[in-house]
């Protein structure tokens, strides 16, 4: 049971680059999320989807997009990269919701992503 | 909008002793979830303990205890007899629970704790 995977653990980007940060979870969880870490900002919501088919924005979605054509996978498009969004980047998934008490986030390991 | 408080940038204790971590939310809804979440250096995120508003009983799980007050707006850890593995990122975190269905998990901005030997 691998849980949630994040692909790739590191990435260094040129400003205007553009990539694809892959997350994928074999729980059948209907509910995915993006959290992006920064240093004395806690963890920040980006986008969320509450089922294949289904994604809205979080607090900090701009320069990012989503799509959850599978129920297992969500990934995270980074059109134009930006120095702004260097940070550390986690999926989250829970069965039901953003993460109930039966039904808890499950994180996967992060994405360190370095914007030059 | 709710938000989540963790006033204790870093904390340090000494390995065998007890810490308590402060953590204060606010909201206007009376069910929710409150969630401690431990984040080593190794970075993965782990759910440490989680507490039902409408619940008076504090949780518990082993070494690690919370004191919820529920008036107060306030959701504090306390870890026993600390060890050198408790090193770690501690977040607080809250989720509204409207009626079977939840919000999305709102963070701290985290409290840097060191255990010393």
């Known amino acids: 049971n691998a849980g949630v995977t994040q692909t790739p653990k590191f990435q260094v980007l040129k400003t205007g680059q553009s990539m694809t940060l892959q997350c994928a979870q074999d729980?059948?969880?209907?509910?995915m999320s993006w959290y992006r870490q920064d240093p004395g900002m806690g963890l920040r919501l980006i986008h969320y989807?509450?089922?294949?088919?289904?994604?809205d924005q979080g607090e900090v979605p701009n320069g990012y997009n989503v799509s959850r054509s599978t129920t297992e996978d969500f990934p995270l498009r980074l059109l134009s990269a930006a120095p702004s969004q260097t940070s550390v980047y986690f999926c989250?998934?829970?069965?039901?919701?953003?993460?109930?008490?039966?039904?808890?986030?499950?994180f996967g390991n992060g994405t360190r992503l370095t914007v030059t | 909008a709710q938000t989540v408080t963790q006033s204790q940038p870093e904390m340090s204790v000494q390995e065998a002793e007890t810490v308590t971590l402060s953590c204060t939310y606010d909201?206007?809804?009376?069910?929710?979830?409150l969630f401690w979440y431990k984040q080593p250096p190794s970075r993965q995120m782990i759910l440490v303990i989680r507490?039902?508003?409408?619940?008076?009983q504090n949780a518990t799980e082993n070494r690690f205890s919370v004191n919820f007050q529920k008036a107060a707006k306030s959701f504090s850890l306390k870890i026993s007899d600390s060890q050198l593995g408790d090193t770690a990122m501690y977040f607080c975190a809250f989720i509204l629970n409207y009626g079977g269905s939840q919000g999305n998990l709102i963070f701290g901005k985290g409290t840097k704790l060191s255990v010393k030997p």
């Open positions: 989807s509450v089922g294949a088919g289904i994604t």
């Open positions: 909201t206007s809804e009376s069910n929710y979830y």
């Open positions: 729980m059948n969880h209907e509910y």
């Open positions: 507490q039902e508003a409408y619940k008076q």
């Open positions: 989250a998934s829970s069965r039901t919701g953003g993460g109930s008490y039966n039904s808890p986030l499950h």
